[in-house]
């Protein structure tokens, strides 16, 4: 019980360093803190889904109220603004804006291959940070932690 309470704490504490933590642009060699930028378009899609300017997004629960759970046990939907829904620091203000320029102006012509491509970068992007976000937890050698 002892050590599930400090796997617990553990956890806990990772999720507040990562929520907490000012991410660099994931471009090249850019200096500039990340922006929560959107994996979906606020100005697209988000806005016309919202109702009152809020979603509905899947979030985990406390993590003091894992023990015992299964997944779907463990995650909430939870009704959250559209400006922090579905978005993840990933790049600067500067690249966010440049280079999704094309697909946040309307219309969007969904046929240019170009378009097409910015719409894969988005989830390509995502991805990416989420990859560097377990490597940074690797590196601190937590992934050797018994939970």
Partial sequence: MKETRVAERILSAINKNVAEK??????GNCKENAINSHIYQQNGILNNVAENGHLMEVKPIDVFKWQNKKFHEITNFKRIGITQAFSYPTLCNHHDT???????????????????VLFFSI????LQNVRH?????????LQNHKF
């Fill in 98 to 116: 440049s280079i999704f320029l094309d697909i946040e102006r309307h219309p969007i012509n969904l046929n240019d291959y170009r378009n097409q």
């Fill in 22 to 27: 000012k991410w660099k642009c994931i471009i």
């Fill in 123 to 126: 989830g390509h992007f995502y």
């Fill in 133 to 141: 976000k377990l490597y940074l937890i690797k590196k601190r050698g």
